[in-house]
């Protein structure tokens, strides 16, 4: 099982739609859980951290479930401008792995 | 303004001729790390480096090197370049990963590498 694994897309949602991905890891010592943006060849930002209660901002919501071993990203009422690939990190520093994994990404086109 | 400074920004060069890739950080941080990202594959770490003088490979380390002599540059070194080095390079900065209230990776913005 790779370490992070997400559904590449594409996911094709027209305007207004509510979209959700997962994202599952393997290490369950794992500490933290990111999720990141990425535009067309440009370099990834960071979007929202996860945390253990489930966080909000704005039209995301992110959730983490430590049982099952995956976190989530919700968008709603997606906006042309969320087209872009979004990149589930896991941070794995304690456990003597590689500090920080990345998954391959999802890509999401929003479409009007 | 916080950056992560990375070059050159595009390079074309030819088989075996060493060549370098730089990066910068003005924050302060600890954690430096280079990725490549290849279609189809994602972001996979070649190295990374905790702090000054001490380095770690990541997943893809063949046929590269790196040093961190001071904290805010951690240079990438491919000393005789392949095409299959061909690919999109990416330094990225941050505290030290476990702080969980400063994770956010800085990303460069990148180099895009042609080896013929």
């Known amino acids: 099982r790779k370490e992070v694994e997400q559904d590449p897309g594409p996911f094709n949602v027209p305007e207004g739609a509510t979209v959700a991905f997962n994202c599952t890891y393997s290490n369950s010592a794992s500490q933290s859980f990111f999720w990141y943006r990425q535009d067309c060849r440009k370099e990834p930002k960071l979007l929202m951290s996860?945390?253990?209660s489930g966080n909000e901002d704005g039209r995301f919501t992110a959730q983490l479930n430590r049982a099952s071993q995956y976190i989530s990203l919700l968008i709603r009422d997606s906006k042309l401008s969320d087209s872009a690939t979004y990149l589930c990190?896991?941070?794995?520093?304690?456990?003597?792995?590689?500090?920080?994994?990345f998954g391959k990404g999802t890509r999401l086109s929003v479409i009007a | 303004e916080a950056q992560v400074t990375q070059n050159p920004r595009y390079l074309i060069t030819v088989t075996g001729k060493k060549l370098t890739v730089t990066c910068s950080q003005n924050m302060n941080h600890e954690y430096m790390s280079w990725y490549r990202q290849d279609p189809g594959l994602g972001l996979r770490q070649i190295y990374y480096s905790m702090n000054v003088e001490v380095t770690d490979k990541g997943d893809v380390p063949e046929g590269y090197k790196v040093s961190r002599k001071e904290k805010r540059n951690f240079p990438l070194i491919l000393e005789s370049p392949s095409p299959n080095q061909t690919s999109l390079y990416f330094c990225?900065?941050?505290?030290?990963?476990?702080?969980?209230?400063?994770?956010?990776?800085?990303f460069g913005p990148g180099t895009r590498l042609t080896v013929l």
């Open positions: 990225a900065s941050s505290d030290l990963p476990g702080l969980a209230t400063t994770d956010t990776q800085y």
């Open positions: 990190v896991v941070n794995n520093v304690y456990s003597g792995n590689t500090p920080l994994v």
């Open positions: 996860v945390y253990s």
